[in-house]
């Protein structure tokens, strides 16, 4: 049977690459849903197929007058991911209301819904990274997108949607076609800039005596493992709940800057710079998935370590003219 798709924020960072990976099935029959505000975000559409497009005012309008077309999968990957937005109005209408219409809809309408939740929901991760429906109500994020983020999936665990749906809570995810982020683009990317500019990459000082300058650490996650995690629960619709959507490995900023620096094959200088101080009470020192809902839902595929993510991403795109 044919299928049909939405993908929200397709023309973004995972929701391109997700349009990509769906099209690499040979599925094309995809209405991609965003805002273009940024000339790369066109860059991005230019490179997939899909059936259609619709701006994400001009699809929320239809949707609340439940004129969508019929759809068998509802990616919903559309959000403000800026943890620095602090105008709460907005990013709870944009990260929760309208999470909570389109998944409503696709309740309604029998479509498979897959969603991005974040691990910024588990705050500074003194109360760990299990993403059990028990561990979910007792989070504390640190900033409006965390909570607008854990405002959806408290309600959809309150009102058993959790139950028929699936969200991916997706840790530092990193690779190509993230170029339109601005500050909320991977490290990879910013310090490939800065060492092809500059000739070193800076990291922020650590605040905390238990970790050392740089020693600060991250889960990693390349956006194609990101991308097959997320197919992986449209292809299972019997798998449903919150799932973590990282390596299970927690890696080092230095990790990551020396990594960049070996895939482009240039001499180590990493610099360290005083954090600003608007984000130091925010700024989480550890992350790390806790993988064994993920596992148990039956996802059994590698990660690729950040050595090998971050060759990749340097040598296959970052590096390249244009």
């Not at 000339?39 to 309008?61: G, I, V």
């Not at 309604?108 to 429906?133: H, I, P």
């Not at 600003?276 to 550890?286: F, G, N, T």
Request: hydrophobic share 35%; with cysteine; aromatic share 12%.
């Amino acid at each position: 049977m044919a299928k049909t798709f939405i993908v929200t924020g397709g023309a973004g960072f995972i929701g391109s690459n997700l349009v990509h990976a769906l099209n690499e099935r040979g599925e094309t029959d995809i209405l991609v849903v965003d805002h273009l505000n940024h000339p790369d975000k066109r860059r991005n559409l230019e490179r997939l197929r899909f059936r259609d497009f619709a701006d994400k005012e001009e699809f929320r309008k239809s949707l609340r007058e439940d004129r969508l077309p019929a759809a068998s999968g509802v990616f919903h990957l559309g959000a403000c991911s800026s943890t620095t937005e602090m105008n709460e109005a907005y990013i709870n209408d944009n990260n929760y209301l309208y999470t909570r219409e389109l998944c409503e809809w696709s309740l309604r309408s029998g479509a498979r819904f897959v969603y991005a939740s974040s691990a910024a929901t588990y705050g500074d991760g003194s109360l760990g990274y299990s993403d059990s429906d028990e561990a979910t109500p007792a989070l504390k994020p640190l900033n409006p997108y965390g909570r607008s983020k854990q405002m959806f999936d408290l309600w959809a665990l309150s009102t058993g949607a959790l139950r028929r749906i699936a969200g991916l809570k997706y840790f530092n995810v990193y690779g190509p076609w993230e170029d339109h982020k601005g500050d909320m683009r991977s490290l990879v990317h910013k310090a490939y800039g800065q060492m092809m500019r500059e000739g070193r990459i800076t990291l922020f000082r650590s605040y905390r005596p238990e970790y050392r300058d740089g020693e600060q650490v991250r889960d990693f996650i390349h956006v194609s493992d990101a991308v097959a995690a997320t197919l992986f629960f449209f292809d299972r619709p019997e798998a449903c709940g919150l799932f973590n959507c990282g390596t299970g490995k927690a890696r080092t900023w230095i990790d990551l800057a020396n990594a960049v620096f070996s895939a482009a094959e240039v001499a180590p200088r990493i610099e360290f710079i005083e954090m600003p101080e608007a984000i130091r009470d925010k700024y989480q020192y550890h992350t790390c998935a806790d993988l064994a809902k993920l596992r148990a839902a039956g996802y059994a595929a590698p990660f690729l370590s950040i050595e090998e993510g971050v060759r990749r991403y340097v040598r296959e795109y970052l590096s390249k003219p244009g």
